[in-house]
């Protein structure tokens, strides 16, 4: 006599047994789709979004301007003539020249490159000391948390363009003999003094709501140590809104940056910088306005596919905005 349940298995035509052993159930549609996480979610979420794609595109295009300028602009943006003087927009010049005679429009590619490095560092420093700092406060809690929470309290208490500017004039002074690198180090340094802060909450905050999870709690019983709760379990979960800051943060130190070479504390020459050029041409603005305008657009346009890309990838990471 024949085994029931094989016999059952055998007379359903088109049916097969699945890695269990029980047969598949008619009409139940086969998916062999892995479950995604947080990050594949927001990964398919972005795909839809048209805001994403040209904030992505534009910052490409600023990244490919601060890597290779010779690329797009193969003339001297440093050197110049004064016999060229404030000369007009041309087929050579197609920003004109500014009062040294120097081609605007390669300044402003090459402007690109300080700008966003020094951006991008800052953001990389912010990021490692705030998140370092909330991570420990999170995780350890009692008087180290309030003894970081006070720190951070102190150095929130300081206007950042008060603080960058006595920190630049203190550390940099006249500016004279001071190389390229030294000055955008100084820069940058400040930018991650007076920023930290911020990150260091957004941590903290993070690790609080998750160092008490199901998971957590079952890692610390099983004998996990501080170290590997940290980093396999708490650091992945808490990155969602870092990431965000973090590419936010891009554009306003981009904007920073600007702002306090503008006011003659931040980067100087040699450096050649977006904000340099619009405190040079300030002067000329009825006789020459493209000394502003055209690194100004720049500027403008880098700050907002920073911000634009920020808040694209905090929808995506948002269940709730979904």
Known sequence: MSDPSTASIVSTP???????????????????EKPRG???????????????????????????????PALFAPGDAVNGSLSRSLGKPSGDAWFGY????????????????????????AVLGTLLV?????????????????LLSRIADVFFGLPFVLGAIVILTTFNGSGSGNSKIKIMSLVTI??????WPVVMRLMRSSVLA????????AARALGAGT???????????????????????????????????????GLKSPVVSWGIMIS?????????????????????????SFVMLGEAVREALDPKLR
């Open 14 to 32: 088109g049916a097969h047994p699945t890695d269990s052993g029980t047969p598949a159930t008619a009409g139940q549609p086969q998916s062999n």
């Open 38 to 68: 947080l990050l594949g979610d927001a990964w398919q979420d972005l795909r839809r979004k048209p805001l994403f794609w040209i904030a992505s595109t534009l910052i490409v295009v600023f990244v490919l301007m601060a890597l290779f």
């Open 98 to 121: 500014d009062l040294q005679g120097r081609d605007v429009y390669a300044r402003v590619i090459y402007g690109a490159s300080a700008s966003i490095q020094v951006a991008v560092l």
């Open 130 to 146: 705030g998140g370092t700092m909330g991570i420990i406060a999170g995780y350890r809690g009692g008087w180290v948390d309030g």
């Open 190 to 195: 400040s930018l991650i003094v007076l920023s």
């Open 210 to 217: 998750t160092k008490e999870a199901d998971y957590i709690v």
């Open 227 to 265: 170290g590997r709760i940290i980093l396999k379990h708490l650091l992945p979960n808490c990155l969602a809104p870092l990431l965000v800051y973090g590419t936010i943060m891009v554009g306003s130190f981009i904007g920073a940056e600007a702002t306090l070479s503008f006011l003659g504390v």
């Open 280 to 304: 040079d041409g300030k002067d000329f603005l009825r006789v020459a306005p493209g000394l502003v305008f055209f690194p100004a657009a720049f500027l403008v346009t880098a700050v907002l």
